[in-house]
């Protein structure tokens, strides 16, 4: 069973930077799609960054030119930059990856993280 691990989020003032980071656990064989969400307090998880199976990285409008999301195939992990920290990026954020381990192969599953919380207050 795989299970996403995140880390990174915390507090920050407004114009600070943090970096998540999601690792999936298990034989990983590859992972084919990437999504970074977020959900604030009575809102609906939205996505913030993805990068699809073959396609260009894409952003929500509200962090384009201030997130950055990556990954290292290496590693099998995930990142996303968040600079200039404004206090509306308060949320829970999730990885969503979807994966094929070597046990699996060629199948892939869509995979949570467990969500880590961004507080962005001064």
């Known amino acids: 069973q795989v299970q996403l691990v995140e880390s990174g989020g915390g507090s920050v003032q407004p114009g600070g930077s943090l970096r998540l980071s999601c690792a999936p656990s298990?034989?990983?064989?590859?992972?084919?799609?990437v999504g970074w969400y977020r959900q604030a307090p009575g809102k609906q998880r939205e996505l913030v960054a993805g990068?699809?199976?073959?396609?260009?990285?894409s952003y929500a409008d509200s962090v384009k030119g201030r997130f950055t999301v990556s990954r290292d195939n290496a590693k099998n992990t995930v990142y996303l930059q968040m600079n200039s920290l404004k206090p509306e990026d308060t949320a829970v954020y999730y990885c969503?990856?979807?994966?094929?381990?070597?046990?699996?192969?060629?199948?892939?599953?869509?995979?949570w993280g467990q969500g880590t919380q961004v507080t962005v207050s001064s």
């Open positions: 969503n990856l979807v994966v094929v381990t070597h046990s699996s192969w060629p199948l892939e599953k869509e995979y």
């Open positions: 298990g034989n990983i064989f590859s992972i084919n799609v």
């Open positions: 990068i699809p199976d073959g396609g260009m990285t």
